[in-house]
């Protein structure tokens, strides 16, 4: 009698509290048991020989859902299959008409547009980590963060024709390949890139264009403005800390 009314009288009064100093107690385990299974997850993929990339998980959502859609765009949808292809295509136009290496770095210096997704997927399948740069920056800035992600190639969209065309003497002096994403170029010294991506196979890349890449390997570079001006250091993200985020 005595441990049945201690029971009645004390679960009230910790109720309460767990009320008042507590609040959140259940989201919190909630929250925890939540973090545990993520790790756990993570853990498996990053102990795969070869290791889980980014890339494989997109090949995963193709594979499973190819024609669900992926990237909406003003009036444009895109599935799964589609951003597929064409990032096969870039990827076999580049190692057509480029001198791309594995793991040499490329810049894109493009809006916030579909191509961006498919010419870093692209770039992806052929083992090439990609510096974003920010279409906003200009002359001595650009060259700055172009010069930080020692990129080899570049990737311009063509409305951004006037930026590129005030480093382009210095870019052409370094060796830097430079393409605009248009069917024609508008100006002498940088190659037009989307019509050989649309005359290039659309087939499957193979992945030994990519066996060197591994988890810690860089996987893009943050190449911002602010970013490269404040750090000398190039701001970089891995496939490891990328899984994390």
Not at 50 to 74: E, G, H
Not at 126 to 143: D, E, Q, T
Request: positive net charge; hydrophobic residues 45%.
């Amino acid at each position: 009698a005595y441990i049945l009314r201690l029971t009645f009288t004390g679960l009230p009064v910790l109720w309460l509290l767990r009320r008042i100093f507590f609040p959140y107690l259940w989201k919190d385990l909630h929250f925890f048991y939540r973090a545990l299974q993520y790790m756990k997850y993570t853990d498996d993929f990053l102990k795969r020989i070869p290791p889980f990339l980014v890339l494989d998980k997109f090949y995963l959502r193709v594979s499973a859902q190819p024609d669900k859609n992926f990237i909406f765009y003003q009036e444009e949808v895109y599935t799964y299959r589609d951003i597929d292809l064409k990032s096969n295509q870039l990827a076999w136009a580049l190692k057509q008409h480029s001198n791309l290496e594995e793991g040499q770095c490329v810049a894109i210096f493009l809006g916030n547009e579909p191509a961006y997704i498919w010419t870093w997927l692209g770039l992806a399948k052929i083992g090439c980590p990609v510096a974003c740069l920010n279409y906003n920056i200009r002359a001595k800035s650009f060259l700055h963060c172009f010069r930080a992600s020692r990129a080899k190639v570049l990737i311009a969209g063509p409305e951004l024709k006037d930026a590129v065309e005030e480093v382009l003497p210095t870019l052409t002096e370094e060796g830097v390949q430079v393409y605009y994403l248009s069917r024609e170029s508008p100006t002498d010294g940088v190659e037009s890139l989307l019509d050989k991506v649309e005359a290039a196979s659309d087939q499957p890349v193979p992945a030994s264009y990519r066996s060197k890449v591994n988890i810690h390997g860089v996987f893009f570079f943050f190449i911002y403005i602010l970013a490269s001006l404040l750090f000398r250091s190039r701001p970089s993200c891995n496939r490891l800390a990328f899984w994390f985020t």
